[in-house]
């Protein structure tokens, strides 16, 4: 069940990602899910690849309200994030 919620955490990470430039989020959405990925990062222990892209893009979301991060970087760790969590509820 906990794999499930985490899953569905990483699918709305992910478009968080993705339509950050399109879309305008509040400052405190960006930082739930960045404290959010950053939490589930350190259940990994940062001992595998998952878990260091829990890392990045909790970092990215983070900083994503002080400066402008590139909409590529954005959009690919994005999509990572989103195939994890497709993963995750499979």
Known sequence: MLL???GIFDIVAG???I???SLVFS???LITFGIILLAKSS????KNLASWID???GVILLLSIIINIPIAINFILGVLIIQKGIFSLL
């Open 55 to 57: 890392f990045l893009a």
């Open 19 to 21: 339509l950050d430039k």
């Open 4 to 6: 499930k919620v985490l």
């Open 43 to 46: 259940l990994g222990l940062l």
């Open 15 to 17: 478009l968080i990602l």
């Open 27 to 29: 400052d405190q959405i």
